[in-house]
């Protein structure tokens, strides 16, 4: 018998596994079917729907817009107080569609071929189905006669307006309501989902996400008629700065979670690409970007690996002039900068400057939007249940803790002391790959990865808020 079935005779008789797995399915069908596509948000419709489940299940929900139709959604398992609190969030809204590229309605939940479509299916309304259904049936099973008592309590938390960069859902709820969701640890999207590698198959947890900084690159030149060409142009000055960023080689920086990642996967992959990864931990050669592609063979976990050592600064728009015949005396372009952790913007900005050379005496920037990066440790017993149980659904996979370039709502949760990782199992097909799903046209999850899922976290809530 493994030790999955052993661990499940022991503790967890009374659940229902299957059934947990289509209330998983019926939730997510739910919410992929209330149109919460940010902007313009209209998160509430979701929030009541998730709140009155709560209250079917003799749950009292606390209901909060933190902006007109804006709802955020917050519940609590009450423990014993032995230990402090665990935080289960995640976020209603999801990212707008383009129709016609979806071969099926993107707001219709549709179950086909063992497949959950709609968007939000990964991003991440399937999360939130799966921890809402763990928060249920632990609530359930607490109240049976003999149930051992949560040691802790557990908050579960859907909240609003985490794909744009407005901030009308946890930043407002976390500074005005900071007791719904003060938490010693928190759960949350990315990390826990399978990643293939060469045959070789991974858990990346997120410990860590980089730090945001857009910005506004900005060159000048001297004005006039464009009938008559001179040098000082500044959509010129632009273009070259532009065309050298594009080609930078910023140093690499290696932070804890990118030298435990790259740790990680030479240890699973072994052969010339560990020795390639191991000698790349060992080098002191920090002054540019290594060929990563020449030490894996996957371009995609190459291009990762670039990211998670290296600060970067992506063009993603150019504004120069207002009329045809005019040489402007401005041109901007706009950069996606990300940050790792310990580096602040203006350090950002003195690599880019360091890249441009002596084009960048012609460059100004002025920063519109930052998020931290955040860092957290992996010596924690979390952590390691985490990896424990992940490993007990999965002998043959890896959990590593990882590093995510985006940004999540972990950077709000964090201002409250929590420990906050990236944690939503998934158990994807060789070949699948979630980078290629999330965001994408016909969006989708199969019911046997959420089935996976929802078990695997609800054995980490049980086992970590009960102490069994």
Request: glycine letters at 10%.
């Amino acid at each position: 018998m493994s030790d999955a079935s052993l661990w499940h005779n022991a503790y967890m008789v009374d659940v229902n596994w299957n059934a947990m797995a289509d209330e998983t399915v019926r939730v997510l069908q739910a919410l992929i079917r209330l149109d919460t596509s940010n902007p313009p948000g209209n998160e509430s419709i979701a929030a009541g729907y998730i709140a009155n489940i709560l209250h079917e299940n003799g749950i009292e929900p606390t209901v909060i817009e933190t902006a007109p139709g804006r709802g955020n959604v917050v519940a609590r398992l009450k423990g014993n107080g032995n230990a402090a609190p665990l935080l289960l969030y995640s976020h209603t809204d999801v990212v707008p569609v383009e129709r016609e590229h979806w071969t099926v309605d993107p707001f219709g939940g549709m179950l086909h071929n063992g497949y959950v479509y709609g968007r939000g299916a990964l991003d991440m309304k399937g999360i939130g189905a799966m921890q809402l259904v763990a928060f249920l049936t632990l609530a359930r099973q607490v109240s049976k006669a003999g149930h051992t008592p949560l040691q802790r309590d557990i908050i579960l938390a859907a909240t609003a307006d985490e794909e744009t960069d407005t901030d009308q859902g946890i930043g407002p709820l976390i500074q005005c309501h900071p007791d719904l969701l003060r938490a010693e640890y928190g759960l949350s999207e990315f990390g826990g989902f399978s990643m293939y590698a060469s045959g070789k198959c991974f858990y990346p947890i997120q410990v860590a996400e980089k730090g945001t900084a857009w910005m506004r690159m900005r060159t000048s030149g001297r004005p006039g008629h464009a009938s008559v060409p001179h040098d000082d142009n500044a959509v010129v000055h632009l273009a070259r700065a532009v065309d050298k960023l594009s080609r930078a080689r910023f140093p690499m920086h290696m932070s804890a979670t990118a030298r435990a990642f790259i740790a990680g996967l030479a240890d699973g992959l072994g052969g010339p690409q560990g020795a390639g990864l191991r000698a790349l931990l060992a080098s002191r050669d920090s002054s540019g970007s290594p060929l990563f592609e020449h030490i894996v063979r996957d371009p995609g976990l190459a291009a990762e690996l670039r990211a998670i050592t290296h600060n970067t600064a992506t063009p993603t728009g150019l504004r120069a002039g207002v009329k045809t015949n005019v040489i402007p005396s401005f041109a901007d372009a706009v950069l996606d900068c990300r940050t790792l952790p310990g580096f602040s913007p203006a350090e950002m900005i003195d690599e880019i400057k360091h890249t441009l050379g002596n084009d960048a005496g012609n460059v100004t920037f002025e920063v519109d939007s930052l998020s931290p990066a955040v860092e957290f440790g992996t010596n924690t017993p979390l952590y390691r249940l985490l990896c424990q149980t992940l490993k007990r659904h999965d002998p043959a996979g890896l959990p590593i803790p990882s590093m995510l370039t985006g940004a999540t709502d972990a950077k709000h949760v964090a201002k409250l002391g929590t420990i906050c990782y990236g944690f939503s199992p998934l158990k994807f097909r060789p070949g699948e790959h979630f980078s290629d799903l999330v965001h994408g046209h016909d969006e989708r999850v199969s019911v046997e990865s959420l089935a996976w899922g929802v078990q695997v976290l609800y054995e980490v809530v049980h086992e970590f808020c009960t102490g069994r």
